[in-house]
Structures are given as structure tokens and as C-alpha cells.
């Protein structure tokens, strides 16, 4: 099974950086994603990682370093588009995805 | 407009009633998946399916079936609701079971009493 653990909300400041990290305990792993989900809509999709290292995508990069189960996703210049509730996702051998609770981030004026 | 479609949006349901949600995808994706949305809890696979008339369980299938007779739909019935299954249910699907983006419908909430 996974053990996937991510913080609860965080806050922040328009224009400001935000770095929500996420870390796992797998039982395999074949990938971490991040998504998006704003209030009482689906999931969106943001970043996929398999490799150890940075990927970049405009405003927002994800991070993996697989030897410590860590994840981190960075939101930079943020907007007010951006409170939403960011989850964290790994993906096993069977390419079932669990996820973790999600974290909810509020960008303040 | 290529998507995915859940039905019904919300529903209100007796306790050991049956119910059916529907989801239809136009992608002509092979993979199809049920998430249940919980607070505190995140997402969680019930079913999946990788193709059409192959079906798989998740994390939580108990209580649940599906079906994937043609590509496009693949629905989810609650033979006997019970007020644990109140939750906000999600279809999914991509384009294969190891393709890296999901997309998700609308979501279907579910209260059962």
C-alpha cells in the first residue's frame, strides 16, 4: 500500500512563492503526480515526475528525489487563481494511483 | 466538446436502495476509473478498467461493481447504499492504464441516509 502525507493548508501572499511538499512510502513506485482541484470542481493535471530532479512548467515546477520518498510542488508569482487544493499522487507497479489528502492553499490580496 | 459526463450531479438516496452512477467519455480512451472523494482522505480508486470488457479493483471495492461493455461508458452501481458510501464520486479516464494524465468528470455527490 502507500502512505502518502502532505500539510493540511497553507497561506500565502499574491505574488509571493509557495512550496508544498509531499512525501511516501510505497510498496512500488512508478511515478508522482501533482494535481489541482479548485473548490467543487474535478481534478486537474499539473506535473508528473519518475525521475530524481526538477521539472519545470511555467509558474509551477515539481521536484523527486525518489531514495527519500520526497516530493515537493513550487507555485511562484502566485495568483488569485491559484487558491485551490493541490494532491499529491503516487502511482504503483499496477499503474493505480493513490493519493494523499490534498493540501489547501489560499492566496491572499 | 471532447470530455467526460457524470450523472446524475447530486442524488439523495435511502439506505439499501440500488443505484447506478453513469459516466461517458468521447476520447475513446481505453482506461476508465471510479474515485470516491472524502474529507480528510483524498481520493480513492474503487474500480478501474483498462479496456473494454476488462475490469479491476481498487483501494475500496466493496459494496461497488462496474461494468465497461463498449469504450465510451462505464458505470458504477451500489447494489445496497449504505450512509458510509455518502461521498463525491469522480469518473475518470486516459488514453491507456500507463499513459501520465487523467482526466477527470464533474463528480457526482452522493448522500445517503
Known amino acids: 500500500g502507500q502512505n502518502i502525507d502532505q500539510p493540511t493548508e497553507m497561506t500565502a501572499t499574491e505574488g509571493a512563492i509557495v512550496q508544498i511538499n509531499c512525501t511516501y512510502q510505497t510498496s512500488g513506485f512508478n511515478g508522482l503526480f501533482w494535481y489541482q482541484q479548485h473548490a467543487g470542481e474535478a481534478p486537474t493535471f499539473l506535473s508528473y515526475?519518475?525521475?530524481?530532479g526538477l521539472e519545470e512548467k511555467g509558474r509551477f515546477s515539481s521536484f523527486l528525489s525518489r531514495s527519500k520518498g520526497y516530493s515537493y510542488l513550487l507555485l511562484k508569482e502566485l495568483q488569485m487563481k491559484d487558491s485551490a487544493s493541490y494532491l499529491c499522487a503516487v502511482r504503483d507497479n499496477d499503474y493505480k494511483l493513490s493519493f494523499g489528502a490534498g493540501t489547501t492553499v489560499t492566496v491572499r490580496a | 466538446i471532447a470530455g467526460i459526463t457524470q450523472a446524475p450531479t447530486s442524488q439523495i438516496l435511502a439506505a439499501g436502495r440500488r443505484m447506478t452512477l453513469r459516466c461517458t467519455q468521447d476520447m475513446r480512451h481505453n482506461a476508465m476509473y471510479w474515485y470516491r472523494q472524502d474529507l480528510g482522505l483524498g481520493l480513492r480508486l474503487i474500480h478501474y478498467?483498462?479496456?473494454?470488457?476488462?475490469?479491476g479493483k481498487g483501494e475500496v471495492p466493496d459494496g461497488y461493481s462496474v461494468s465497461r461493455a463498449n469504450t465510451d461508458d462505464f458505470p458504477l452501481t451500489l447494489a445496497s447504499a449504505v450512509p458510509s458510501q455518502t461521498s463525491v464520486y469522480f469518473c475518470?479516464?486516459?488514453?491507456?492504464?500507463?499513459?501520465?494524465?487523467?482526466?477527470f468528470g464533474p463528480g457526482t455527490r452522493l448522500t445517503v441516509l
Open positions: 475518470a479516464s486516459s488514453d491507456s492504464l500507463d499513459y501520465n494524465e487523467q482526466f
Open positions: 478498467s483498462n479496456t473494454a470488457g476488462t475490469t
Open positions: 515526475n519518475v525521475l530524481d
